[in-house]
């Protein structure tokens, strides 16, 4: 789809079942689902089998990142030990998604216009994407998937804006494990974060029945432990 608010075509893959009742938005999109195998990365989350397991009337649109672009249009913040993300643009890809792809989604999918429950989710820096997403456009989104959150960025910037918003999605996911890089030490300070995530919060009233974390030991920072994750996750969100 052409978007405006990025000045370039950004290709989106579109799962729909029979009936579709709820959806879910997920940023790189080239490893969402079990094909094209030829595309981004070896392993895939294999959403469209999750979903058709445990939430069979949920669709999933995934968006495709598009390589050197993908740390700018997901961070909000610089990250200084990434070259390509030392100018952001994570507010005009928030309004690419909410502004733009929810409205031609619309259009190209009408029974998808009005879903009982919209969701945005990713991994990583993707993570971090839909993570300020539902911070930005609040009351948009009432379903959150967190994997494996790069929220250091910035010297955990995101962790402090997260204190001060109010209002969040009714139902919220944050799956970590305790080996996501090959530094311990990195690998603690990955979970503390999502931990400390998850600690705000529950500081904002989201109890067990609304917020669910998950720590996996010994899984790493790759696509094999978000796609074993996710339809326990899927449940939780939309089963």
């Not at 790493?220 to 994750?229: I, K, M």
Request: charged residues 25%; contains cysteine.
């Amino acid at each position: 789809m052409a978007s405006v608010v990025l000045g370039e075509t950004r290709l989106v893959r579109v799962y729909v079942p029979d009936r579709p009742r709820d959806l879910l938005l997920l940023n790189d999109g080239q490893n969402v689902f079990t094909r094209p195998l030829t595309v981004g990365s070896a392993v895939k989350w294999r959403a469209d089998e999750a979903a058709a397991a445990v939430a069979p009337r949920l669709a999933i649109v995934a968006i495709d990142h598009t390589g050197r672009s993908r740390a700018r249009d997901y961070l909000l913040y610089p990250d200084r030990i990434d070259r390509l993300a030392r100018r952001p643009r994570g507010e005009r890809y928030v309004a690419f998604v909410v502004d733009e792809l929810l409205a031609w989604i619309a259009r190209a999918y009408p029974a998808l216009a009005v879903p009982r429950h919209l969701g945005i989710g990713g991994s990583s820096y993707g993570a971090v994407s839909a993570l300020a997403t539902v911070m930005l456009r609040p009351g948009t989104f009432d379903r959150l998937l967190v994997e494996s959150p790069a929220l250091y960025v910035a010297d955990r910037r995101i962790l402090d804006d997260a204190t001060r918003v109010a209002a969040w999605p009714e139902r919220i996911a944050i799956g970590c494990g305790t080996a996501e890089s090959r530094s311990a030490d990195e690998s603690l300070r990955v979970l503390d974060d999502a931990l400390a995530l998850a600690a705000t919060l529950r500081s904002k009233g989201l109890g067990d029945d609304r917020l669910r974390v998950r720590v996996d030991d010994g899984a790493r920072h790759h696509e094999s432990a978000w796609a074993a994750r996710l339809p326990a996750t899927l449940r939780f969100l939309f089963g």
